[in-house]
């Protein structure tokens, strides 16, 4: 984590914006990033090479089935600093009601891109129901604005 806050200059709940290294000039641009409302206030991103994948609810194994995935009010839900499946981009999921009330700490279910959950699947499950990308385009380059 501490290479994606230098890069990102993350900390919890703030707008996107270059960290240390990116905008520090100590490289020029940075492998697989998603390009999202937040990052390309910040940066310029090359063409995708691969497909913006999906996000949904997962829970531990066993709770998925009963995780009210229409409506997170009163629910525990976890995020990932830094990463493009967080509470801004769930808020846009406008199937999705109780975004106001859900408590964002450690957790009943997270909200996080079915790729990156690939290697959990014995420790947990998606809760069923459809999902949302939000990502606006496939993975690519992200590089400071100035870079050509």
């Keep these: ?27 020029d641009a940075c492998t697989g990033w998603f390009p999202t409302i937040g990052r390309i206030q910040v940066f310029s991103f090359s ?11 997962f829970t531990k194994t066993g709770n998925a089935a009963s995780f009210p995935s229409r409506n997170v009010a ?3 839900i ?7 499946s ?6 846009k999921w406008i199937d999705v009601t ?5 408590t964002i700490v450690h957790i009943e279910a997270a909200f996080v891109s079915a790729l990156d959950m690939a290697d959990y699947v014995s420790e947990v499950e998606q809760v069923p129901g459809a999902g949302f990308s939000c990502m606006l385009s496939g993975i690519g380059m992200m590089t400071r604005k100035d870079i050509d």
């Design 78 to 84: 976890g995020f990932i600093d830094g990463w493009a």
């Design 47 to 57: 063409s995708p090479f691969l497909k913006p994948p999906t996000s949904y609810f």
């Design 1 to 27: 984590m501490g290479q994606v806050r230098q890069l990102l200059g993350l900390h919890p709940r703030t707008p996107s914006h270059g960290g240390q290294g990116l905008m520090g000039r100590w490289y």
């Design 98 to 102: 109780g975004q106001d009330n859900m």
């Design 86 to 91: 967080d509470e801004k981009c769930l808020a």
């Design 74 to 76: 009163n629910k525990k």
